[in-house]
């Protein structure tokens, strides 16, 4: 069983920054491509900002610029850097990785965090 840990989300005023940290933890041998997704109310979920496992990345165009997605394989986390918030980013955000427990690749999700960004 794997389990992802988040943490960093809040409330910032726009123009600001925060650092969402995922975690993960369990029986883990290894992790293909870790990403972030976002889901504000009355909108379907949107991928972020995506990794794979040697560090090609890939941002959704409303982020492109401001946020930076990063990864310490040592610690099985994945990071956003998000800069230069604005009150469109407000959103539930969800990380996933696609790992391999031993038995089979599958994609596992966190809980999520509330980001909000005040005007």
């Known amino acids: 069983q794997v389990q992802l840990v988040e943490s960093g989300g809040g409330l910032v005023q726009g123009g600001g920054s925060l650092r969402l940290s995922c975690a993960a933890s369990?029986?883990?041998?290894?992790?293909?491509?870790m990403g972030w997704y976002r889901q504000a109310p009355g909108k379907q979920r949107e991928l972020v900002a995506r990794?794979?496992?040697?560090?090609?990345?890939n941002y959704v165009d409303s982020v492109k610029g401001r946020f930076t997605i990063s990864r310490d394989n040592a610690k099985n986390t994945v990071y956003l850097q998000m800069n230069s918030l604005k009150p469109e980013d407000t959103a539930v955000y969800y990380c996933?990785?696609?790992?391999?427990?031993?038995?089979?690749?599958?994609?596992?999700w966190g809980q999520g965090t509330q980001v909000t960004v005040s005007s």
């Open positions: 996933s990785m696609t790992a391999y427990s031993g038995e089979y690749w599958r994609a596992y």
């Open positions: 369990g029986s883990i041998f290894s992790i293909a491509d």
């Open positions: 990794i794979t496992s040697v560090g090609s990345t």
